[in-house]
C-alpha cells in the first residue's frame, strides 16, 4: 500500500511561490503511475493542479498551467510542486494522489487511488 | 473547456435510496469514477469505470453512466454515508472534476 505525505511551508506571502514535496514510502515513483497534485480551497471543491509520469511527462489544468512546475527527485522518491505569483486564490489544502491511467477492451480508464492527508496552505502577508 | 455540473446538495433519510448526478456533454463516452469526502479527510474512490466498486466499498454504493449523465446511486443509506460526493472524468489529459453534491443524511 503506497503511503504519501506532502510537506512543506503553511504560509506564503502573495507574489510568492509556493514550494511542496510528497515524500512517497511503498512504491517507487519510478513505476507506472501519475503522480498528481489536486488542491481544494476551503469550504469548496476539489481542482486537479497538475501531474508527472515516471518518463518525466507532465500534464497541467490549463487554467493553472503558466504558474505550475511538478517535478520529480528520484533518489529520493519525492514528487513536487511549484505555484509562482501566487495570492489568496491559491490558498487551499494541497493533496498529493496517484492517478492510475490503464488499458480496457473498449479504450483507457483511470482513477485516483492512493491520496496523502493533505496540507494547508495559506496565502497570506 | 469540458465541464462536469452536479447538484450542490440531496437529502436523504436513512434507509431509502438517494441518487446524486453529474452531468457532462456525452458524458457516457468517456468513464466516470466518484469519490466520497468526509470532513477533515482525504476523498476516497468509490466507482471508477461507471460502474465498479474498489474493495471494501459495500454494495450499496452503485454507478451507472448514460447520455449526458452519470448517477451515483446509494441504496438503503447510512448515517456515515452523509458526506461530499464528487464525480471525476479525464478530457484532453486534463482530469476533470465535478463541483461536488453534499449528502446529508436527515
Known amino acids: 500500500q503506497v503511503h504519501l505525505q506532502e510537506s512543506g511551508p503553511g504560509l506564503v506571502k502573495p507574489s510568492g511561490t509556493l514550494s511542496l514535496t510528497c515524500t512517497v514510502s511503498?512504491?517507487?515513483?519510478?513505476?507506472?503511475?501519475?503522480w498528481s497534485w489536486v488542491r481544494q480551497p476551503p469550504g469548496k471543491g476539489l481542482e486537479w493542479v497538475g501531474q508527472i509520469y515516471h518518463s518525466g511527462s507532465t500534464n497541467y489544468n490549463p487554467s493553472l498551467k503558466t504558474r505550475v512546475t511538478v517535478s520529480a527527485d528520484k533518489s529520493r522518491n519525492q514528487i513536487s510542486l511549484k505555484v509562482t505569483s501566487v495570492t489568496a486564490a491559491d490558498t487551499a489544502v494541497y493533496y498529493c494522489a496517484t492517478f492510475h491511467i490503464y488499458n480496457t477492451a473498449w479504450g483507457k480508464s483511470y482513477y485516483f487511488d492512493s491520496w496523502g492527508q493533505g496540507i494547508l496552505v495559506s496565502v497570506s502577508s | 473547456s469540458y465541464e462536469l455540473t452536479q447538484p450542490p446538495s440531496v437529502s436523504v433519510s436513512p434507509g431509502q435510496t438517494v441518487r446524486i448526478t453529474c452531468s457532462g456533454d456525452k458524458l457516457e463516452d468517456r468513464p466516470v469514477c466518484w469519490y466520497q469526502q468526509k470532513p477533515g479527510q482525504s476523498p476516497v474512490l468509490v466507482i471508477y469505470e461507471d460502474t465498479k466498486r474498489p474493495s471494501g466499498i459495500p454494495e450499496r454504493f452503485s454507478g451507472s453512466n448514460s447520455g449526458n449523465t452519470a448517477t451515483l446511486t446509494i441504496s438503503g443509506t447510512q448515517p456515515i454515508d452523509e458526506a461530499d460526493f464528487y464525480c471525476?472524468?479525464?478530457?484532453?489529459?486534463?482530469?476533470?472534476f465535478g463541483g461536488g453534491t453534499k449528502v446529508t443524511v436527515l
Open positions: 471525476q472524468a479525464w478530457d484532453s489529459s486534463t482530469i476533470i
Open positions: 511503498g512504491d517507487s515513483i519510478n513505476s507506472a503511475n501519475w
